[in-house]
C-alpha cells in the first residue's frame, strides 16, 4: 500500500498561483501513477491532471490545460500540481491519487482507475 498525504492548498485571489503537493509513503513511489483530481461543493469528482510512473507522460483536463502543470520527484516520493491563473471555478477540495496498476505508457484520467486518495486540501480562490 501507499498512503498520500496532501499539501499547499489555501485561499487565493483570481490569477493567483499555488503550489500543491502530495507526499507519498510506503512502497516503492516510482511505481505509481499519480493523478490529482478535484471536487467542488454539489459536483462529482473531476479529473485534473497525472503523471506517468518516470514522469514522462503527462495528461491534463482541458479546464486546466495551459494553466496546472504536474510534475513528480520520484527522489522525494512527491507529486506536485503547481497551478497559476487560477479562476473561481477552480476553487474545490483537490485530491491527490496513485495507482500501480496502469502501464507506464498510459494516462488514465477516471477515479475509479486509481486505488488508492489522499484525504484531500482546499483550494479556494476569490473573484
Known amino acids: 500500500q501507499v498512503q498520500l498525504v496532501e499539501s499547499g492548498g489555501g485561499l487565493v485571489q483570481a490569477g493567483g498561483s499555488l503550489r500543491l503537493s502530495c507526499a507519498a509513503s510506503?512502497?516503492?513511489?516510482?511505481?505509481?501513477?499519480m493523478g490529482w483530481f478535484r471536487q467542488a461543493p454539489g459536483k462529482e469528482r473531476e479529473f485534473v491532471a497525472a503523471?506517468?510512473?518516470?514522469?514522462?507522460?503527462?495528461g491534463y483536463a482541458d479546464s486546466v490545460k495551459g494553466r496546472f502543470t504536474i510534475s513528480r520527484d520520484n527522489a522525494k516520493n512527491t507529486v506536485y500540481l503547481q497551478m497559476n491563473s487560477l479562476k473561481p471555478e477552480d476553487t474545490a477540495v483537490y485530491y491527490c491519487?496513485?495507482?500501480?496498476?496502469?502501464?507506464?505508457?498510459?494516462?488514465?484520467?477516471?477515479?475509479?482507475?486509481?486505488?488508492?486518495w489522499g484525504q484531500g486540501t482546499q483550494v479556494t480562490v476569490s473573484s
Open positions: 491519487a496513485a495507482d500501480e496498476k496502469i502501464p507506464a505508457w498510459i494516462i488514465r484520467t477516471t477515479s475509479y482507475d486509481y486505488d488508492y
Open positions: 510506503g512502497r516503492t513511489f516510482s511505481s505509481y501513477q
Open positions: 503523471i506517468s510512473r518516470s514522469g514522462g507522460n503527462t
